[in-house]
């Protein structure tokens, strides 16, 4: 191989190495690029989660709020139930001294 050729040989392969770069930086570029709609689409997407979550501290608020209320709702149940009982067993155990003070 003479001068010449191996000139053109080597200007043959950094060719071929520099069209092979340009081509992969294209690929590169071409995959990896972010469209306007795409951000448009993450943005919108963005918002929605940002709403939903509101939504779902809101939800979470109201039903902590509201077990609150149905849980003192229930112990005033519980307490009004427990004096009635008591109640009525006071009544019972009257009914039954009046009853065993009744001539037969």
Same mark, same amino acid.
């Given at each position: 191989?003479?001068?010449?050729?191996?000139?053109?040989?080597?200007?043959?392969?950094?060719?071929?190495?520099?069209?092979?770069?340009?081509?992969?930086?294209?690929?590169?570029?071409?995959?990896?690029?972010?469209?306007?709609?795409?951000? !448009?689409?993450?943005?919108?997407?963005?918002?929605?989660?940002? +709403? @939903? /979550? =509101?939504? *779902?501290? &809101?939800?979470?608020?109201?039903?902590?709020?509201?077990?609150?209320?149905?849980?003192?709702?229930?112990?005033?149940?519980?307490?009004?139930?427990? !004096?009635?009982?008591?109640?009525?067993?006071?009544?019972?155990? +009257? @009914? /039954? =001294?009046? *009853?065993? &003070?009744?001539?037969?």
């Amino acid at each position: 191989m003479n001068r010449t050729e191996f000139i053109i040989t080597t200007a043959i392969i950094l060719f071929a190495a520099f069209a092979m770069g340009w081509f992969a930086n294209w690929l590169v570029h071409r995959f990896t690029r972010v469209r306007q709609s795409d951000v !448009a689409d993450l943005d919108r997407m963005s918002q929605e989660l940002h +709403e @939903a /979550e =509101e939504t *779902r501290d &809101q939800a979470i608020t109201y039903l902590q709020q509201r077990e609150a209320e149905l849980t003192n709702q229930l112990t005033q149940t519980e307490a009004e139930l427990r !004096a009635a009982m008591e109640g009525l067993r006071e009544a019972r155990r +009257e @009914a /039954e =001294e009046m *009853r065993s &003070q009744l001539p037969h």
